[in-house]
């Protein structure tokens, strides 16, 4: 199956801003659809990249932005809920009008973001909701499906270690709520790299995968090393159960974008690691103390210069 044309839901974001220059760089055409344009002008710069202007929530518009793609890759989730109803629309209704989508327009390949510990019996909302979309996906017929389920993803522009130095440049003391999770992050580049790999090898049809890292850590490691990376001496304060769930309701009212909710709170209480896939059908896969460096140099100039790079520009 050749796939020369692409159509990447959620391109402007945290993965799909490192999986657009790859795509470019092989060879594809893409077209990344964008709410507001202006949003995602960091991809302009790309050679074969093109932003639409669209609402892909809107069946029509989809199918109109299907309309000659020979495979379609949904990237598109939320962390946190900004109103009711937001995981379901994101993570189940968006993937049922993709499938449809993709059958009235003949895009016959399609690639989806899911999430390591999706689970329809989960208290957290946001792992029952990408399980839901992810069994839309798997159930389809008539279309090349493959799914991928990262652990927490790691690497320029995240916000997961970057939020996390952030709070450690401000505060002595950093009160950890579900610091004795674990996770095994995965670096962005080696998920995008997945994506890439996956779209034309045909023995990845129907298949799902877990995308995990080389190690695992509780979040207490993770944040103590995020801390020893810029430098810093910090106290991280590990707080229990109960304690845990309190801190992430007073989260939920703090005002400005949100850190923690309950439903994280929900999603650690069981751990974010892989069991499955060891044989790493994507290659090695790179180790969090070789790349954590860009801690240091985050900043919105260089993941513009990185662009350029990509573009020969």
């Known amino acids: 199956m050749t796939l020369n044309n692409l159509c990447v839901l959620g391109g402007g974001g ?29 991809l ?21 932005l299907f309309a000659g793609m020979d495979g379609v890759i949904n990237l598109v989730g939320i962390l946190h809920e900004t109103r009711a109803g937001g995981f379901q629309r994101a993570h189940v209704e968006l993937p049922r009008k993709v499938l449809a989508a993709c059958a009235a327009s003949g895009a016959r390949r399609l690639l989806h973001m ?8 989960s208290k957290s909302r946001y792992q029952q909701s990408k399980s839901e979309g992810e069994a839309l996906v798997r159930a389809a017929r008539d279309i090349a499906t493959t799914v991928f389920r990262p652990s927490v993803v790691f690497g320029p522009g995240d916000r997961f270690l970057t939020l996390f130095a952030d709070l450690l440049r401000r505060a002595p003391v950093v009160p950890l709520a579900g610091a004795d999770a674990c996770f095994q992050p995965v ?8 994506f890439a790999d996956a ?29 020893a990376t810029l430098g810093l001496r910090r106290r991280v304060l590990p ?4 304690a845990s769930y309190w801190f992430a309701r007073l989260m939920e009212l703090k005002p400005g974008a949100r ?42 100039r260089r993941d513009y210069m990185d662009f350029r790079r990509h573009a020969g520009r």
Not at 23 to 41: D, N, Q
Not at 285 to 297: F, H, N, Q
């Open 44 to 64: 302009l710069v790309l050679p074969g990249v093109e932003v639409v202007e669209a609402d892909i929530h809107d069946p029509a518009a989809l199918q109109t």
């Open 114 to 121: 899911s999430a390591l510990g999706a689970d329809a019996n």
């Open 14 to 42: 945290f993965v799909g801003s490192h999986l657009v220059p790859l795509l470019a760089a092989r060879g594809h055409r893409v077209v990344v659809p964008a709410r507001r344009r202006e949003r995602v002008k960091h």
């Open 199 to 227: 779209l034309e090898r045909s023995h990845c049809h129907g298949q799902a995968y877990d995308l995990c890292g080389p190690s695992v850590y509780t979040l207490a490691e993770l944040v103590r090393l995020t801390a």
């Open 187 to 194: 670096f962005v580049g080696d998920v995008a790299r997945a």
């Open 259 to 300: 850190i923690m909710t309950r439903d994280n709170h929900y999603a650690m209480q069981s751990d974010n690691v892989c069991t499955r896939n060891r044989a790493r059908p994507f290659g090695a896969a790179t180790p969090l103390e070789s790349v954590i460096g860009y801690l240091k140099e985050a900043g919105p």
């Open 239 to 242: 707080l229990g159960t109960t």
